[in-house]
């Protein structure tokens, strides 16, 4: 939100009250408390209070009131992982109070107020003159007049110069966020708007910090659009409350924010595999879901999934979680003959319930239901006529609705996409009295959790998943997350792609897409483009509106295409699995823009069209019917995964690739594991695993993990003084190493040493392929 009128003017009848000095300090055993007046000594004025703690390693946490007196009670929380212990340090002295926690210090100017963030003495961001304040927007002049009304707290904080500003959640907007205004608020808008289905309320810096605005209702942003030199953010009402994470890399502030608001659940693997869905209003039967299974596996093409859209329930009835009688008689047979052809079930879900809805009237005469004022169901006929919206804050809705959930997971059912979430009224009733304006977009958090904490109860854990679209921050902790409503062309699939770039930069560790677009018919080229992206993925479905997404639709190539990327997907499995255990752990995510996984090569900063694939793959998708690729890449040696052809770093290149190819290349020191099987995402990753090592120039490793178990790992390690590079490994299966663009200057022989194996001897040096069989 802006409140200036340029540099110097407020706008019309706005008023702004800044700190102007620390008038009193409160050292407590785990805060500071500050009384910051905004007019000095003056007995009619707005003064501010302060409270400043460090709740986690290199965080530090502010908290600002005008009036401390309006009930706290009635707003929702995120649920964050705070510090029991006091990890906060001070240090005072007449001219400046410092606040630290490791590395990271806040230092407060007592007499002319300004805050600075620094990191080992070193400015990250800054707040002076004007910079924190509280602001009426309806000011008369007078504090007799204030109602307490159009009240806002504000914080403005510096921007270096060249420094980028990423997140904020799901947004397709261009990736850098510099130049933008940003309202954290759900919406139902598409990829194609300023609309975003997930807002985040945390951006990354560029400069290796984060910043958590720990509020769930509107958060308006202006990021170097108000002030170019500045990022604000503003909320409504008496208080604010913000959270600085250093890094000092952007991952490592990604690790700390998710040490915060929880990490990504690891899926189960079988998520990894391809999921083909309905489509959304299509018209289908049994006999139309087990001919589209029985056309991928007669074609050759690995199918995980099989996902049920809408019309699963009968139009008008949704969501009763009952299949439509007229066209699936017998679902229970119908689920375990999908099972037996090895696919699991997805069905579609959402926390509506239509008023022609088996459940509508048991949820009104509990009391189920949002409410309005004056006690009636609160309904609407956008979605379904007569829609009422289930109470998850009632933790008797939050029982009935997962009993409905278990039925259908009796019957076969293994997950459940959770779509909307985002149109949530803001003058409803809520079981607990919550403000519904603060629970708007916290509502996504508490629909998902219920959904991903009944599956697990059910599955166990570790074998939960969801297909959601909407959610707020802490959301990571229930994937995965798909991109919503695209449209099939290039523009869209680009725009998917920013916008999956951007959440991943928010803390989500698992994306999707729609492969194909969602609303229109893709063209055969479109379609070919998109399977390749989007089994590039981490997870990877099959979606359409009006139209079906099986391959054959779409032609004989795009079969050869989709069978083609996706067993290369499969035979990825140990290399995808063993980086989503690490996702789980961290918070890093699988998916993330090349500025993060490079932030100091500075023509990676903008790039939103090509993405690492965890640590050492990277992807740039094509997008254009020429089939040209273009993509930059930092400075190394880099190989075509599919080729092996070899690209230097520090440059652009622009190149043709078939439907059969794409973009995918190996950082060099790279060791990347491929797995025995392409079939399915299910198998055991250690047994007849090939460690692939690419341009090893030092030291490389890899591990292993089926399961959430390290399985195996190997390290190879060149030594240009001996001319020898040696390897050590362990695994619970057999496994061979192929090398890969590997030299050693100025040796003429290389001898290789696996794990106490006999020495293999290469009799001349440039040798690009060797394999050694245990």
């Known amino acids: 939100m802006k409140f200036q009128n340029g540099a110097w003017l407020m706008k019309e009848g706005h008023a702004l009250f800044s700190p102007k000095m620390i008038y009193e300090v409160e050292k407590n055993e785990d805060s500071v408390l500050l009384v910051l007046p905004t007019r000095g000594f003056d007995l009619q004025s707005v003064v501010l209070t302060m409270k400043i703690t460090a709740p986690a390693p290199e965080v530090i946490r502010v908290q600002t009131w005008h009036?401390?007196?309006?009930?706290?009670?009635?707003?929702?929380?995120?649920?964050?992982?705070?510090?029991?212990?006091?990890?906060m340090e001070m240090e005072e002295d007449d001219e400046k109070i410092v606040i630290k926690s490791g590395r990271l210090a806040l230092v407060i100017d007592r007499e002319n107020w300004s805050m600075r963030y620094e990191r080992d003495g070193k400015l990250l961001t800054k707040s002076g003159k004007g910079d924190l304040a509280y602001i009426k927007t309806d000011w008369k002049g007078d504090y007799y007049s204030y109602n307490g009304e159009n009240a806002y707290m504000v914080q403005h904080l510096g921007l270096s110069v060249g420094e980028l500003i990423y997140g904020l959640g799901e947004r397709f907007t261009p990736l850098v966020r510099n130049g933008q205004s940003v309202d954290i608020w759900n919406e139902d808008g598409g990829t194609a708007t300023e609309k975003s289905y997930k807002n985040i309320p945390f951006y990354l810096s560029s400069r290796g910090y984060g910043v958590f605005v720990n509020h769930t209702e509107k958060v308006s942003y202006e990021v170097g659009s108000e002030y170019v030199t500045k990022v604000s953010f503003s909320v409504p009402g008496e208080y604010l409350d913000y959270f600085v994470i250093d890094g000092p890399t952007m991952k490592?502030?990604?690790?700390?924010?998710?040490?915060?608001?929880?990490?990504?659940?690891?899926?189960?693997?079988?998520?990894?595999?391809?999921?083909?869905?309905?489509?959304?209003?299509?018209?289908?039967?049994?006999?139309?879901?087990?001919?589209?299974?029985?056309?991928?596996?007669?074609?050759?093409?690995?199918?995980?999934?099989?996902?049920?859209?809408?019309?699963?329930?009968?139009?008008?009835?949704?969501?009763?979680?009952?299949?439509?009688?007229?066209?699936?008689?017998?679902?229970?047979?119908?689920?375990?003959?999908?099972?037996?052809?090895?696919?699991?079930?997805?069905?579609?879900?959402?926390?509506?319930?239509?008023q022609r809805s088996a459940l509508f009237k048991?949820?009104?005469?509990?009391?189920?239901?949002?409410?309005?004022?004056?006690?009636?169901?609160?309904?609407?006929?956008?979605?379904?006529?007569?829609?009422?919206?289930?109470?998850?804050?009632?933790?008797?809705?939050?029982?009935?609705?997962?009993?409905?959930?278990?039925?259908?997971?009796?019957?076969?059912?293994?997950?459940?996409?959770?779509?909307?979430?985002?149109?949530?009224?803001?003058?409803?009733?809520?079981?607990?009295?919550?403000?519904?304006?603060?629970?708007?977009?916290?509502?996504?958090?508490?629909?998902?959790?219920?959904?991903?904490?009944?599956?697990e109860s059910v599955r166990g854990k570790g074998e939960a998943v969801l297909f959601a679209r909407s959610a707020t921050a802490g959301g990571q902790k229930f994937p995965v997350h798909w991109g919503g409503d695209c449209t099939a062309n290039y523009e869209s699939m680009s725009e998917s792609l920013r916008g999956g770039l951007s959440l991943t930069a928010s803390g989500f560790g698992f994306w999707s897409h729609d492969i194909g677009g969602f609303?229109?018919?893709?063209?055969?080229?479109?379609?070919?483009?998109?399977?390749?992206?989007?089994?590039?993925?981490?997870?990877?479905?099959?979606?359409?509106?009006?139209?079906?997404?099986?391959?054959?639709?779409?032609?004989?190539?795009?079969?050869?295409?989709?069978?083609?990327?996706?067993?290369?997907?499969?035979?990825?499995?140990?290399?995808?699995?063993?980086?989503?255990?690490?996702?789980?752990?961290?918070?890093?995510?699988?998916?993330?823009?090349?500025?993060?996984?490079?932030?100091?090569?500075?023509?990676?900063?903008?790039?939103?069209?090509?993405?690492?694939?965890?640590?050492?793959?990277?992807?740039?998708?094509?997008?254009?019917?020429?089939?040209?690729?273009?993509?930059?890449?930092?400075?190394?040696?880099?190989?075509?995964?599919?080729?092996?052809?070899?690209?230097?770093?520090?440059?652009?290149?622009?190149?043709?690739?078939?439907?059969?190819h794409i973009p995918l290349l190996v950082r060099d020191n790279s060791i990347i594991p491929k797995g025995s099987r392409d079939d399915s995402p299910e198998y055991d990753y250690a047994r007849d695993v090939e460690f692939r090592v690419y341009a090893l120039k030092n030291e490389a490793r890899a591990e292993i993990f089926d399961r959430g178990r390290k399985t195996g790992w190997i390290e190879g390690r060149t030594e240009p003084d001996t001319g020898c590079i040696v390897f050590k490994g362990e695994s619970e299966g057999s496994w061979k190493i192929r090398m890969i663009n590997v030299h050693i200057s100025g040796v003429k022989g290389a001898r290789y040493e696996i794990d106490g194996a006999d020495t293999v001897v290469i009799p001349e040096q440039g040798q690009e392929k060797v394999w050694v069989s245990l």
Not at 290 to 310: A, E, N, T
Not at 375 to 388: E, I, K
Not at 428 to 448: G, L, T
């Open 67 to 87: 009036y401390m007196g309006v009930d706290d009670g009635d707003r929702p929380r995120f649920e964050l992982n705070l510090s029991q212990n006091s990890l």
């Open 252 to 354: 490592e502030a990604l690790m700390r924010y998710t040490d915060l608001t929880g990490k990504p659940a690891l899926p189960p693997r079988w998520t990894f595999g391809l999921w083909l869905s309905t489509s959304f209003i299509t018209s289908y039967d049994e006999k139309t879901v087990l001919g589209f299974i029985d056309g991928m596996q007669s074609r050759g093409i690995p199918l995980s999934v099989f996902h049920f859209d809408c019309l699963w329930m009968k139009n008008f009835h949704w969501t009763d979680f009952c299949w439509d009688s007229d066209i699936f008689p017998d679902p229970e047979g119908m689920l375990k003959k999908i099972h037996d052809k090895g696919v699991r079930v997805c069905v579609w879900i959402n926390p509506y319930v239509g």
């Open 362 to 455: 048991e949820g009104k005469e509990k009391g189920y239901f949002l409410k309005r004022e004056n006690g009636d169901v609160w309904q609407w006929d956008m979605w379904q006529p007569g829609l009422a919206i289930v109470d998850f804050t009632n933790p008797q809705a939050c029982r009935w609705y997962a009993s409905q959930l278990k039925k259908l997971m009796a019957m076969g059912v293994d997950c459940f996409k959770t779509d909307f979430g985002e149109r949530i009224p803001v003058d409803a009733v809520y079981d607990n009295h919550f403000d519904p304006v603060k629970m708007h977009n916290y509502y996504s958090y508490i629909y998902n959790k219920t959904v991903f904490e009944t599956i």
């Open 519 to 660: 609303e229109d018919n893709s063209t055969p080229d479109v379609y070919k483009r998109w399977a390749a992206f989007g089994l590039l993925s981490t997870h990877s479905r099959l979606h359409g509106s009006t139209t079906y997404r099986v391959p054959w639709n779409y032609g004989e190539e795009a079969v050869d295409t989709l069978r083609f990327f996706t067993r290369l997907k499969m035979s990825l499995m140990p290399y995808i699995y063993s980086s989503a255990v690490q996702t789980s752990r961290t918070g890093v995510p699988m998916m993330r823009a090349m500025a993060m996984e490079f932030p100091d090569d500075p023509n990676c900063a903008y790039l939103e069209r090509q993405y690492m694939f965890g640590e050492r793959l990277m992807v740039a998708p094509i997008f254009n019917e020429e089939g040209i690729g273009r993509f930059y890449l930092p400075k190394g040696r880099w190989t075509d995964y599919l080729t092996g052809e070899i690209f230097e770093g520090g440059a652009w290149y622009e190149k043709y690739y078939d439907y059969l």
